[in-house]
Structure formats: structure tokens, C-alpha cells
């Protein structure tokens, strides 16, 4: 295992940058989640990490070494591609066992071997294979082609050839955007046990924040090619570093009001906010789910416009005077669209950023 370290990389494609002089560093065993929306830069970091791509500025380390010049083969590192990228001729076993054996083949071919070695190395391929398949609940697929298998199976097979090689670094590009629902749902859980289980540096990206909240010791926000924000899951969704990370990071994200500020507050249909820096314009911001009807420092006079269940809660959309406003609120609570309703902040749930600027105000 290794430490991944990007050092102010920057990427160009002709006049698009796409990664502007990103620094980043994934811990020894760390399982670091990079989300932003699509063009954002993602997936062009996990291509440099892998030697697909070169960087156009700044340098990359996987360990100690810099890794600029190393060809992917040498990096030790496994990719889990989007669309999977299983050989179609051959069955799960011979793909899972494709790059153990042209290692194999490679050590082979520089000494004479002894039929014996040979054989040896085989059976240890085997065994590596059937162990990492057993452990992904794959074993009894071992003889079929890849088309004869699910969304589900293939992208396990696809994640048991590079577990299989036993790398340093795994790098992971949104390898669960084309399976279903609920089987997102289950291999997600899988993806975290085989972690903790492994403790691999991996490097995943994906442009849904829900994976992201689950699935990362850290996650790390980027937009336009930019990094904004790294941090605890819950740091990021508590404290975001600017706008962007707010509406980003939550489903559905933090509610931003832009307000002006007269005599030092910033008021909204009845309630008053206390920015901590004194400005023309604030932005102030609050999750959907710290609207409650129950009593709090800001009251909020609003318009219930559309209301949609969700089971045990219901995600009503408001109007508070000009501004549409979500609230995530109990299904026990009746709501009927166009009623007036009443409902409360507590002071430590609200966020204030510069209009301007964007950045958080502390």
C-alpha cells in the first residue's frame, strides 16, 4: 500500500484546463472520494493517478516516488472502469486471471523454469482467483462470458480482476453508475467492507454525493477543475467551505437565500439574521431538515406549494415570499399544498456566506 500526493497538477487540453494546480493528498490506506459535477476535473485526476494521462504541470507521487514519467503498468495500481472493460471472449476466471499471469509469464521468460515452478504458478493464480472470487460471491460464475452475466456480476468481476493483483492504489471511476437502485445500494455496502477488509489506498470517483457521503473517510469537492473543500463527510455537510460545496453536498442541498442587510439584519418573512460580518448582501443558508415546526429562534411564515412523500418523511417545497425553499418534514405532520404554515430555525443550523464571493463567513 501507498500514499497518493497530487502537488499542484495542472492539466490542459489545448485552451481547456481541467485540472487547475490541484493539491491533494490520499493517506496510506485512506479511501478518498473525489465528487463534483460532470467536467469538473475528476475523472482526469484519476486518469493522471493511473498514468493514462499526463500531467501538464505539478507532479504526482504514489509512495515516495514521482510517478510523472512511470508507465501505468509500473505504478501498481488497479483501475475499475465505468463501463467495466471485461475481455469478452474469455470466461470471469481467465479474466480475473488475464494480468497474473502475464506477470507470471513476464518473470518466467527471463530464466529458465523448471516445469514444476511453472505449475506452482498456476495453481497459486488459481487459488488467488477462486479466494478473491469466494470473497465477492462470484466463485459459482467462474466459467461463464461476461455477456451471460448481469449489471451486478459483471461489475464484481470487474472489481475482483483488480483485486486479484493485489496492488497499492486502487482507482475506482464511478464504477456503480450503471447498475440499478438497490443494487448501487448493495454493492456500495460491499465496496466499504472490502476496504475495511483491505485496507488499500483507493481513490473513487463519482458525481453522486450520496456515495460520497457514505462510502469516504474524506471527501474532496471539486468544480470546474478546481478543488473547493476536503474533509469528514460531515464537516463537509455541516460546514461548507463556500456555496458550492453547500448545494452540492446534501439531497436536496442546503436552502441559500440571498438578502439584503438593513440596520445589521438580514430578514425573511418575519425572521431576522445576524450575520457575523457586517456586508451590503448575504447569502444565508440552512438545510431542509432543520425546518421544523416546533418552536426556534427564526419563525418563518411560508406557503406550502408542492408536497411530496417519501415514506417516513415528506419533502414539502415552499414559498417564503420570493424564495423557494425546501422542507423536509414528517409524513405524521399534514401538509396540504397551497396552506399557510409557520416554521423554525434554531440559530446553530443557520450558515451565512459573502454574496459576493461566495466563501463561507465565519
Not at 31 to 54: H, Q
Not at 273 to 293: I, T
Request: charged share 25%.
Amino acid at each position: 500500500m501507498a500514499a497518493v500526493r497530487f502537488r499542484e497538477v495542472t492539466k490542459r487540453f489545448g485552451e481547456v484546463v481541467a485540472l487547475d494546480r490541484l493539491t491533494l493528498d490520499i493517506e496510506d490506506g485512506e479511501f478518498v472520494v473525489l465528487v463534483g459535477p460532470s467536467g469538473c476535473g475528476k475523472t482526469t485526476a484519476l486518469r493522471i493517478a493511473a498514468g493514462l494521462e499526463a500531467v501538464s504541470e505539478g507532479e504526482v507521487l504514489i509512495g515516495e516516488r514521482v510517478v510523472n514519467d512511470v508507465p501505468p503498468r509500473n505504478r501498481d495500481v488497479a483501475m475499475v472502469f465505468q463501463s467495466y472493460a471485461l475481455y469478452p471472449h474469455m470466461t470471469v476466471f481467465e479474466n480475473m486471471a488475464f494480468g497474473l499471469r502475464l506477470r507470471e509469464m513476464k518473470t518466467l521468460l527471463w530464466r529458465w523454469t523448471h516445469p514444476r515452478e511453472v505449475a506452482e504458478a498456476r495453481r497459486s493464480i488459481e487459488e488467488r482467483v477462486r479466494k478473491t472470487a469466494r470473497m465477492l460471491g462470484i466463485e459459482d460464475l467462474l466459467h461463464r462470458r461476461p455477456r451471460e452475466l448481469s449489471g451486478g456480476q459483471r461489475q464484481r468481476v470487474a472489481l475482483g480482476r483488480a483485486i486479484v493483483r493485489e496492488p497499492k492504489v486502487f482507482l475506482l471511476d464511478e464504477p456503480l453508475s450503471n447498475l440499478d437502485a438497490k443494487l448501487r445500494l448493495q454493492t456500495r455496502a460491499e465496496l466499504v467492507r472490502l476496504h475495511r477488509r483491505l485496507g488499500i489506498t483507493t481513490l473513487y470517483v463519482t458525481h453522486d454525493q450520496t456515495e460520497a457521503m457514505t462510502m469516504g473517510n474524506r471527501i474532496a469537492v471539486m468544480n470546474e477543475g478546481k478543488l473547493q473543500q476536503v474533509g469528514a463527510p460531515m464537516d463537509l455537510y455541516h460546514h461548507p467551505a463556500n456555496v458550492f460545496v453547500a448545494s452540492f453536498i446534501g439531497s436536496p442541498g442546503m436552502n441559500l437565500l440571498r438578502l439584503p442587510i438593513r440596520e445589521g439584519f438580514a430578514s425573511l418573512a418575519g425572521a431576522r439574521f445576524q450575520p457575523p460580518v457586517m456586508k451590503e448582501e448575504v447569502v444565508v443558508g440552512f438545510r431542509p431538515e432543520a425546518l421544523a415546526a416546533s418552536a426556534g429562534e427564526h419563525s418563518l411564515s411560508a406557503v406550502a406549494d408542492v408536497v411530496e412523500p417519501l415514506g417516513a418523511t415528506q419533502m414539502v417545497l415552499l414559498r417564503v415570499e420570493e424564495h423557494d425553499v425546501s422542507a423536509l418534514l414528517p409524513s405524521s405532520l399534514p401538509v396540504k399544498s397551497g396552506e399557510a404554515m409557520t416554521l423554525h430555525l434554531r440559530e446553530e443550523d443557520v450558515r451565512y456566506f459573502d454574496a459576493e464571493t461566495g466563501d463561507a463567513l465565519r
